[in-house]
């Protein structure tokens, strides 16, 4: 199925029912009296997170979503009946924007999560409401406020803990394939990849994690050349970024020139995404041998002035790419419990704080 990560779609809450004129007439009862009930209220519109939907595509054929209205009262006080509320299932990493006014509504993170996004309108009122000690038969009743209406952009994120940086054809299909189950298309051509690609990577008993292949990224990605630009969002949610470098260029490019590229790049984006960690992965060092591949890496490490984790791999024959994962995972649980810490320290209640700054 073809990657959407954009959709436009309007959603139209239900309007409020009216409320109704109506006297009590009953046989052998001499006054009656105003019992005219009120509307029902209009149903609202939500978005729920589904972890079986993976992609916005089906948004491409339906782009407009009503609630049910309220039905209008009746006499002998009866309400009216509420209209239905409508759910509208999107994927985990939905972003939900107001298109008019360009406003963030909120983020679908979860399961089964629900966020309303148009309010359904308030109920009519029966004349039985208008009725007082001066006014003992009102022949007044009022309608129901019309559902809210909005245009709503949708655009999603794909949730990886780790994303993979590369030019076109540096290996990174080929990588996610030796490391998971996923089987994004493999060719001997750049923009093999033109959609996002998860993969989930076990690593051990309950030990895994969720990796993003992205299409490849080419110079000025970052104002809107080739395809990289439509998903370097989706890097913005990972903890960890490989940046695959590939050791042997079948074109004799230069890989330093094209490591800066992508730096570059990702910089000129965002640069909060150029700071997160990122390692260096030299792939298909099964094309050299042991000195070339020591020869072209210290090369690499010397001119990019690299500092960080690098690894040499050969995604195809799956060298080296077990202890690649396996320190990805360190990393990954490291990391987690940071967060856990730093969460539990917010968390903790005034008087305990209090307590720990008594203490020598």
């Known amino acids: 199925m073809r990657f959407i990560d954009e959709a436009t779609i309007n959603v139209i809450a239900g309007d409020g029912g009216t409320g109704v004129v109506s006297f009590r007439r009953e046989k052998y009862i001499q006054f009656g009296g105003p019992d005219g009930g009120d509307g029902g209220n209009g149903g609202s519109v939500y978005l729920i997170g589904d972890h079986d939907i993976n ?3 089906d948004f491409r054929h339906v782009r407009t979503y009503t609630a049910d209205s309220g039905i209008r009262g009746g006499g002998s006080q009866m309400t009216g009946k509420g209209g239905d509320d409508l759910t509208i299932p999107v994927p985990i990493g939905t972003l939900i924007y107001d ?20 309010q359904g309108g308030f109920h009519g009122l029966g004349n039985t409401r208008f009725k007082s000690s001066i006014n003992q038969a009102p022949r007044r009743c009022s309608p129901g406020t019309p559902g809210e209406r909005r245009s709503l952009r949708l655009e999603l994120k794909v949730l990886a803990d780790v994303g993979l940086l590369g030019l076109p054809n540096a290996g990174k299909s080929t990588f996610i394939r030796s490391v998971s189950a996923a089987r994004p298309k493999v060719a001997n051509y750049p923009f093999t990849t033109l959609f996002p690609n998860l993969g989930v990577v076990r690593v051990g008993m309950n030990q895994s994690f969720v990796i993003a ?3 490849g990224i080419i110079e000025g990605a970052s104002e809107g050349a080739g395809l990289g630009i439509q998903f370097l969002k989706h890097l913005s949610r990972t903890q960890l970024l490989l940046h695959i470098i590939d ?5 004799g ?5 094209e490591a800066f590229t992508i730096i570059n790049e990702l910089d000129n984006y965002s640069h909060e995404l150029a700071e997160k960690p990122r390692w260096l992965v030299l792939n298909k060092s099964d094309l050299l041998d042991d000195a070339e591949i020591k020869i072209r890496k210290n090369e690499i ?11 040499t791999i050969s995604a195809i024959s799956k060298k080296g790419t077990d202890n690649l994962v396996f320190d990805i995972m360190q990393q ?12 539990s320290e917010d968390a903790l209640p005034i008087d305990s704080m209090q307590q720990q700054e008594k203490e020598p």
Do not use: C, M
């Open 253 to 257: 490019s230069d890989p330093v020139e």
């Open 332 to 343: 990954l649980e490291i990391e987690h419990e940071r967060k856990h810490d730093i969460n």
């Open 301 to 311: 490490l010397q001119r990019l002035d690299w500092q960080g984790p690098v690894y």
């Open 247 to 251: 050791l042997a260029p079948f074109d």
């Open 99 to 118: 298109d008019d006014i360009d406003e963030l509504i909120g983020d679908i993170t979860r399961h089964d999560q629900k966020i309303k996004v148009a």
């Open 213 to 215: 292949d992205i299409p």
């Open 55 to 57: 992609t916005l595509a």
